[in-house]
Structure formats: C-alpha cells, structure tokens
C-alpha cells in the first residue's frame, strides 16, 4: 500500500535529512514509494531522500476532512506492539489461520461487516477523503473511502513496507469492497483492481491516451489510472492499473532535481552488484534514453519469488518509477510493454 521530499524552507530540508540518516538501516527510498520493490537498492536511499527537491506549489487537487473509523489508526496499532523496541509483530497463529482460510470466501461489494463475519476485525483502517479542486469549498459530510490491514508479519514502523506479510482491503465511499490485495501471502489471489474496474474481461478493454499534463507526461492505458495522492509520497501521485493474470501496473512520479539522471544511473549500477549477496537475482539491467528522459530498466527476481520489473526515469524535473510484478510461472503481462512504451514527455505550460 500502494507520500514525498518536500521542502519548504532550509529548516525543514535540515529536519528530513536528518530523518533519513536516522531511519537509512530500516527504510529505503522504495518502501516509501509503497511498491514492490527491494532490499538491494538500500544503499540509495540516503541520497534519493536528501537529493529530490521539492516543490512549494499548491496541487491543483487536495485532500482534506474528517475521515475517522471506529477501528485503530496505524500508529495506535504500532504504539500496541513491541515494534518501536525493534521487536518483529507476528500475528497470532489461530488469527493468520482464519484470515487465510476465509480469504476465498470475500467476495466484491461486499460491506465492511460482511468482510469481518468472515475475517475478523482488521489492525488498523485508514480513511481517505474525497479529492476536491483546491479553489473549491469543502465538501461537507461526503463520505471516505476506507483501507484496512490485517498484518501477519512486520519488522519496522513503515506502513506501506512491502516486505509485510499482509493482507489490504479497499472499500469505496459507499462501504463496498472493490480491492483486496493480499501480499507476500502466495496462496492468495487479489480479488478485484485499484479503480474498481473488472480485470480481465477483453471486451471491456479500451485503450487510451491519458494526458496528465501536472505531472508532465502522456500515457496509454487499456482502462482509467485512477490518478490519486500516494499515500507514502506527500506531494507524489500514483496511477495504476490491472493486467492479466491477476498483475497489476502502477507509476509513481513527484518532482526531482538536475542531478537525478545521474542520480539514478550511479546509484542502481552500485547497488546491482550487491543484488545477488542479499537474496535477489538481476535478470537483466540496462540503460534507457529517450526523446526528454534518461533513466535505467530491470527485471529482477526477489526473495518471495516473483518477477519484479521497474523503470526509473529522469524528464523535466521529475523523477518517474514504473512497476509491476508477477509470479514466476507466468510470462510478463501482454500489456505490460505496450503501456511504457507509450509513455512520452509532455509540457505542463
């Protein structure tokens, strides 16, 4: 599950350098961007969280209100256990055994009561807003949408680490499941997609350019991205879609400085070679350039054994991050390269 390095000032620049030099042994610049992605690329997590700049202007979409659950928020949850002493969470047995169990029974438009008939009471929700324009009022009493976690496994205090054994449900502003995502749990299928649509189903399938001139590119997609705020990056945006085969594609971007490019390169050649000594296997590596952007793609195989593929590119002062992942007896989603290979630089002018 599926926020950013913002600065406002030197003083608070001062503050999140130094909060990357603090949490550099548990948190990498990856596990905040909330994706697949692994523990070999530790060694650039210093200089992506104190290289990035930021921006100061205002989004043109907010997200704001008074979205509170009856269930604990992911601090109360944390502050319960023993992970802020460094000890690992691990879930009672007889709890996994029934969360798992009762996994294939959910079923989509289910109501959040239903869902806990079956799985219990989750660890932690987090409501989400509704997006409205920054120049518009408020919206009054309009209901959030609501993401709960049942957590199996856990060794540090980022809520979107994607080495969790976890599983992460979706419920619409009218209280309807419409995702769940189970991770690193390999018996489990996701049921449903990140913007509610039907995965899979050809004939619903409509590619299309969508042009997201804020954050500066162009893209082909064969359903709506969802564009929505990262929940790991503050002033990052996310945009996914399904795949066969139960895949799914997601790209991260937010604003990044005139040594990215290098950045990036440098960085990703180092760790590379220390792939294979913490558990991952680097299927291939390779430098990309293109019309406006200079950046590196790899497909990697990592200690859960899936098939991780990421791109990261430098254009016009952003730094773009393309994901997707699937089970190593499955060939790479047929839309996979035809959606970046579509993506192209835009002006925001």
Not at 275 to 293: C, H, K, L
Request: aromatic share 10%.
């Amino acid at each position: 599950m599926l926020e950013s390095f913002v600065a406002a000032g030197s003083a608070r620049k001062a503050r999140s350098v130094s909060r990357c030099v603090l949490r550099l042994a548990t948190v990498t610049l990856l596990q905040m961007l909330n994706m697949p992605t692994k523990a070999f690329l530790y060694t650039i997590a210093l200089l992506f969280c104190c290289a990035l700049e930021a921006q100061t202007s205002v989004p043109s979409v907010v997200f704001h209100g008074n979205c509170g659950t009856d269930l604990p928020r992911f601090e109360e949850w944390f502050r319960a256990t023993r992970l802020g002493q460094g000890q690992p969470y691990v879930a009672a047995q007889d709890r996994s055994r029934k969360t798992t169990t009762n996994y294939p029974k959910l079923k989509l438009q289910m109501s959040m009561p239903e869902v806990e008939k079956y799985l219990g009471k989750p660890d932690f929700a987090t409501g989400r807003p509704a997006a409205h324009f920054a120049t518009a009022p408020e919206p009054v009493d309009q209901p959030c949408s609501v993401e709960t976690a049942y957590i199996f496994n856990k060794n540090g205090e980022n809520m979107a680490d994607l080495q969790d054994v976890a599983i992460y449900l979706f419920f619409s502003r009218d209280g309807k499941l419409y995702w769940a995502m189970p991770q690193n749990v390999p018996d489990l299928k996701p049921l449903g997609s990140p913007n509610g649509a039907t995965p899979n189903v050809q004939s619903q399938i409509l590619w299309k350019e969508y042009i997201f001139a804020d954050d500066g590119f162009a893209i082909t997609f064969p359903s709506d991205p969802h564009p929505h705020k990262s929940p790991q990056m503050a002033n990052g945006m996310a945009y996914s879609v399904p795949l066969s085969n139960g895949a799914h594609f997601s790209l991260y971007t937010e604003e990044a400085n005139d040594t990215c490019a290098d950045t990036v390169r440098g960085q990703l050649r180092d760790a590379k070679n220390k792939a294979e000594s913490t558990g991952y296997r680097v299927i291939s590596f390779r430098q990309v350039d293109g019309n406006g952007y200079k950046g590196i793609e790899f497909v990697q195989k990592v200690p859960n054994g899936k098939i991780d593929y990421e791109r990261w590119l430098c254009a016009a002062h952003r730094l773009y991050l393309f994901v997707a992942d699937w089970n190593p007896d499955e060939s790479e989603p047929k839309e996979l390269q035809r959606i970046v290979d579509s993506w192209r630089v835009v002006s925001n002018k």
